[in-house]
């Protein structure tokens, strides 16, 4: 079971490109067409699934899946406006929305200080990917930057808030 | 060719006359005439070891050919093609340099001022949706985006032709569609110059999804066997039928 807390490990480009396929047809279809027809085994597939769940794009019951309204505006908008869709949904997810906290108080932040208290929880190795894919999904949100020579999160003057 | 070729009223962007390329006593490419023309999207297709890749350097003026000319608009060409900027299938990015310092590189090359290259490099990132991801190196980024670097680099040089050398050959199918998508949407978009392209391709749904023309080559020596001209509106259906029946014209071509 997959607690809330933690973020699926894919890369956001997949999930623009999932519910580009997913808004191809009507919806509700199979979730095993989909595996089949883009050739993705379950290890790769579900992870997608999960974070278009999250997102609130799309919704999968009893083996179908199907697109939620913000889901197909999203499929159908252009770069900018699907990192603005984006932006409103993962910066209320519960890491990067500590980052941010943070973030708002201080100048910067050390890695170490978001890693750390994800590690008793989830292990070493789960606490670091789950800070590598909260940094991919807040910078393609436009929501914070990394530096990774530093190790330390910094504020973005990128968004318009 | 005879030059009153040359003084048509809208040339072409690119001509290559007579080209032919030799590695010793291996015929790469033997005696190739092709033209592209302004805001035109061509696909060269053919098995491993017709030259295509080949003939795409020459566009390029990355390798020199052993024979015949190659003309742009105002005449012979020799060394790098400044009309033309190559997206590659290995992407080709500095591990070294962040995302933005990548695409900013060829601007370097082109005589842009640093304020301006950092500006250009932002803009065009943002293009493709990754300017948040300006600053990252290219092992923090999925090959779809870097591949999306890959492309933005090419444009952010403006080049009339954008040339691209199996540029969805490394990725996923899911990834692969979706960047084909996005580089169809941007050749359409008026903030982007660059209103021609040439894609080397050994998929020939690929080539009939996206270009308005295909030319089709056979290998051994590597020569065009004839080309098809794609007339179906887009945004086009992968493998929609009037695709296909392309695509069996082209295979017909081949083999």
Redesign the interface.
């Known amino acids: 079971m997959t607690t809330p807390m933690r973020i699926p490990h894919v890369?956001i480009?997949?999930i623009?490109?999932?519910v580009?396929?997913m808004d191809q047809t009507e919806g509700p279809d199979d979730v095993f067409r989909l595996g089949q027809a883009?050739?993705?085994d379950l290890d790769e597939l579900l992870p997608l699934l999960e974070a278009a769940k999250l997102l609130d794009w799309a919704s999968v019951t009893g083996g179908d899946y199907s697109l939620t309204l913000e889901g197909e505006r999203v499929a159908r908008a252009?770069?900018?406006e699907?990192?603005r869709l984006l932006r409103a949904r993962v910066r209320g997810l519960p890491l990067i929305a500590a980052i941010l906290r943070r973030l708002g108080r201080g100048e910067r932040l050390s890695r170490e200080t978001v890693v750390a208290p994800l590690r008793a929880r989830l292990g070493e190795a789960e606490a670091e990917r789950q800070v590598?894919t909260a940094?991919?999904w807040?910078?393609?949100?436009?929501?914070f930057?990394y530096?990774?020579d530093e190790g330390f999160f910094h504020r973005?003057r990128?968004p318009a808030e | 060719m005879s030059l009153e070729a040359r003084v048509d009223p809208h040339p072409a962007l690119l001509s290559l006359v007579g080209v032919s390329k030799c590695y010793g006593p291996v015929d790469v490419l033997r005696d190739v005439t092709l033209d592209i023309w302004p805001e035109e999207f061509v696909a060269l297709i053919g098995p491993s070891g017709c030259g295509k890749s080949t003939l795409l350097r020459i566009m390029a003026g990355l390798i020199p050919p052993t024979a015949g000319q190659v003309l742009g608009e105002s005449g012979p060409l020799t060394g790098l093609n400044p009309d033309t900027a190559m997206v590659f299938q290995s992407y080709a990015l500095l591990p070294w340099l962040r995302a933005a310092e990548n695409v900013a590189l060829p601007l370097e090359a082109r005589g842009v001022i640093p304020a301006e290259r950092l500006r250009r490099a932002t803009r065009t990132l943002d293009l493709m949706g990754l300017k948040g991801h300006a600053r990252a190196y290219p092992r923090e980024l999925s090959g779809g985006m870097r591949q999306r670097v890959g492309i933005a680099r090419a444009l952010c040089q403006e080049p009339r032709i954008l040339l691209m050398d199996e540029p969805f050959s490394s990725l996923d199918m899911l990834t692969a569609q979706s960047l084909r998508d996005q580089v169809l949407d941007l050749w359409g978009d008026p903030a982007v110059p660059t209103k021609s392209a040439v894609l080397v391709t050994h998929s020939v749904e690929e080539a009939v999804y996206m270009a308005d023309r295909v030319v089709a080559f056979r290998a051994n020596p590597g020569r065009p066997a004839g080309e098809v001209r794609i007339d179906v509106p887009r945004p086009r259906r992968w493998n929609a039928p009037e695709l296909l029946a392309y695509v069996d014209r082209l295979y017909g071509l081949m083999v």
């Open positions: 890369s480009g997949r623009f490109a999932l580009e396929v883009l050739m993705l252009d770069a900018g699907r990192n590598d940094v991919d807040g910078r393609q949100a436009e929501l930057d530096d990774t973005t990128l």
